[in-house]
């Protein structure tokens, strides 16, 4: 069993940055082979693909309305993934999860086998 656990959510105005953390560990699970996905969900929305990281860190992926403003990174030696959100806007308010990918598209939920609990952002205009 994965255990997957988010932080760093909070409140803050529009224009403002917040990064988020994401620590993944358990039995067997290697952290440094496991390509990792940012997604968020809005009150009665649908969840959306934020952005995702394979496991070397050496490839990225972002959805289209965060390119240029959000960034995935990853320390391996801390079993942990980051999403810097710069220039936030009143839209990027969400739930935020991190998923653990395991085939398919990247921007799929289906794609993805753990997930934590989220980590709650709010931005205010």
């Known amino acids: 069993q994965v255990h997957v656990a988010e932080s760093g959510g909070g409140l803050m105005q529009a224009g403002g940055s917040l990064r988020l953390s994401c620590v993944a560990s358990?039995?067997?699970?290697?952290?440094?082979?496991?390509?990792m996905g940012w997604f968020r969900q809005a009150p009665g929305k649908e969840r959306e693909f934020v952005g995702g990281?394979?496991?070397?860190?050496?490839?990225?992926y972002y959805a289209e309305d965060v390119k240029g403003r959000f960034t995935i990174e990853r320390d391996n030696a801390k079993n942990t993934v980051y999403l810097q959100m710069n220039s936030l806007k009143v839209d990027d308010t969400a739930r935020y999860y991190c998923?653990?990918?395991?085939?398919?598209?990247?921007?799929?939920?289906?794609?993805?086998?753990?997930w934590g609990q989220g980590t709650q952002v709010t931005v205010s205009s």
């Open positions: 998923g653990v990918y395991a085939v398919g598209s990247w921007s799929l939920p289906a794609s993805y086998d753990y």
């Open positions: 990281i394979t496991g070397s860190g050496s490839r990225t």
């Open positions: 358990g039995g067997t699970f290697t952290f440094s082979y496991a390509g």
